[in-house]
């Protein structure tokens, strides 16, 4: 059974750059059918893409996020990570990790992890 | 940029039909998703490709799409199957460009 955990700093000061991990065991990051991905969800608000990676180290970013996020892969410890720079309160969220699989023709989320609450605050 | 619009909230009393609606210009080309989040809890996949359901999800659970809108509809709604729901789908011009509805929030009381 396949298990994502999402891991790092619940607290993040203003200005600085939130940094999740999520390590993936139960199944390989380097599977060919499948894209790995990070979700957020403010607090009471619906859920948004942040972007999302291959095990190749190709990328693909929500538009509005993109000038700020870096994501980045390590096949060699089976994880994923998420760094988000200049961070304010708006970016206070709970932050999931996905796997987003392609491998039934089409791609949808079908894995997440329990998530984890990140607060922006001084 | 490309957006899915759902209704803020849905109320049906234990046994009735709720149907929960997704908008969006893409959807004539792009499979619609549903997902269920209960209070506290990570999203679960209950609907994929349009109308497909996923092992373990009860069969009240069903899915369509006509044009641009998608449906969601739970038959005989229970009580334990209140929570917000969201759409998911691709923006057609775009690969790779995920998009979520607005979530809507089911009442069965």
């Known amino acids: 059974q396949l298990q994502l955990q999402e891991s790092g700093p619940g607290l993040v000061k203003p200005s600085e750059t939130l940094s999740l991990t999520c390590n993936v065991s139960g199944g390989s990051i380097s599977s060919s059918s499948d894209y790995w991905g990070w979700i957020r969800q403010p607090p009471g608000k619906g859920l948004e893409w942040i972007g999302s990676i291959y095990y190749s180290g190709r990328t693909y970013y929500n538009p509005s996020l993109k000038s700020r996020v870096t994501i980045s892969v390590d096949t060699s410890k089976n994880q994923f990570s998420l760094k988000l720079s200049s961070v304010t309160a708006a970016d206070t969220a709970v932050y999931y990790c996905?796997?987003?699989?392609?491998?039934?023709?089409?791609?949808?989320?079908?894995?997440w992890g329990q998530g984890m609450l990140v607060t922006v605050s001084s | 940029s490309y957006e899915l619009t759902q209704p803020p909230s849905v109320s049906v009393s234990p046994g009735q039909t709720a149907r929960i609606t997704c908008s969006g210009d893409?959807?004539?080309?792009?499979?619609a998703y549903w997902y269920q989040q209960k209070s506290g809890q990570a999203p679960v996949l209950v609907i994929y490709e349009d109308n497909k359901r996923p092992s373990g999800i009860p069969e009240r659970f069903s899915g369509s799409s006509s044009g641009t809108m998608a449906t969601l509809t739970i038959s005989g709604a229970q009580v334990e199957d209140e929570a917000d729901y969201y759409c998911?789908?691709?923006?057609?011009?775009?690969?790779?460009?995920?998009?979520f509805g607005g979530g809507t929030k089911l009442t069965v009381l």
């Open positions: 996905t796997r987003r699989d392609c491998s039934g023709g089409s791609c949808y989320f079908d894995y």
């Open positions: 998911y789908s691709t923006d057609s011009s775009v690969n790779h460009r995920e998009v």
């Open positions: 893409a959807l004539p080309k792009k499979y």
